[in-house]
């Protein structure tokens, strides 16, 4: 089974796929969470590419295809052989964070979107994808608690995030695999909710 969780930066998905993969192991199953960009060693150095602050000039195909990089090496050498040997793979981030930022939020032309995501992934698509969804103003609040400067993709603006954030409601309306929830709840009742579909998938 494969799982994928989307949603702005801070909306909470690194919570939540922790608090998931502790759950599916305890149901005694065999997890594996992987986080995008990375998840390989070709992976991992492009993610330090794409975030790193001193790239500010990178190109918007140049930032599209460096993810799809990442993730084609994710998938053919990960992914793939995990649901092969019927592991349960949670995905922070996966396609869909390409069609939001890429796509909705830089104003790459979505048709070009699907064909890469497609070429990249081999037509892997998730049976459930949670989109934790938050106000954008909500970022700066989060980040603030927790002081954090923001890497390059943080530093986009407000605008920014809310085309990303309206993309993926768009996107969350199309296919039957989205399931959208209000990031704004408690950590725990997200929790609850997310178990519970995952637990009907499993059984
Ligand atoms: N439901 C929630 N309500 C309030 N705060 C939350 C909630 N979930 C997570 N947070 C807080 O928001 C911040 C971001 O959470 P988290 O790292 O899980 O988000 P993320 O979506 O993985 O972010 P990023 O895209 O930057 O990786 C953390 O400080 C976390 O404690
Ligand atoms: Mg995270």
Redesign the pocket.
Known sequence: MLIT?E????????????RLEDRVRASDRTVRVL?EPGGTPIGEVIRGLLLDRAHAAMTDAGELLLFSASRSQLVQDVVRPALNAGTVVIL??YYDSTTAYQGYGRGIPLDVIHAVNRFATGGLVPDLTFL?D?PED?IER??Q??R?TGDRM?SSGRQFYGRVRAGYRALAGKESRFRMLD?????D??ERMIWEEVRQWLT
Do not use: A
Not at 7 to 18: A, H, L, P
């Open positions: 969780f949603g702005i930066d801070f909306c909470g998905k690194s919570t939540q796929v922790k986080r922070d981030r934790l938050i909500e989060r980040m608690q927790v954090h943080e990031g704004m709840k408690p950590v009742d997200l």
